[in-house]
Structures are given as C-alpha cells and as structure tokens.
C-alpha cells in the first residue's frame, strides 16, 4: 500500500526568546525502499510516540545533517 495523502506530520511549536523550539512526529517514513534505513524508523518513533526535535539553528542543522544534495536546474543555456 503506498501512502499519498492523510494527516502525517504533527508538531508542538514555543516562542522562546532564544527562537522557536519545535518537535514533531511524523506518522510515516520518507522511503518507499524496504532495504532503506529510512523505510519505517519514523514510523517506529511514531507508534513508541517518540517527538523528535525540529532543528532551527544554523549549527544544530549542521551537526545532525547525514546527508547534504545539491539540485541545479537545467535551463537551456547551461544544459550538456
């Protein structure tokens, strides 16, 4: 069964004077790849009822990133 729409993604969110503080569940996970680590672990985190932290911080990004992509858009002047 491949998921394509419904509720998903829930967050708490507070205003402190520092910045925004957030966590968030996500009800079902980014990959439709079984054999990807990222198949079910956010479903898992969501049946335990496990927030996550969101990130806002350039540096707190920096240090969880796993993975960093870069996407250009091919226009016509700059394609192969």
Known sequence: YTLNSGSSFVMV????????????????????????????DQTLLY???Q??????QRQDVKRHTKQLLRFRLQTPDTRD
């Open 51 to 56: 927030w996550q932290p969101m990130r806002f």
């Open 47 to 49: 049946s335990k009822q």
């Open 13 to 40: 969110l507070q205003f402190s004077d520092q910045g925004p503080v957030a966590d968030m569940l996500h009800s079902y996970s980014q990959s439709h790849d079984p054999a990807s680590p990222y198949f079910n």
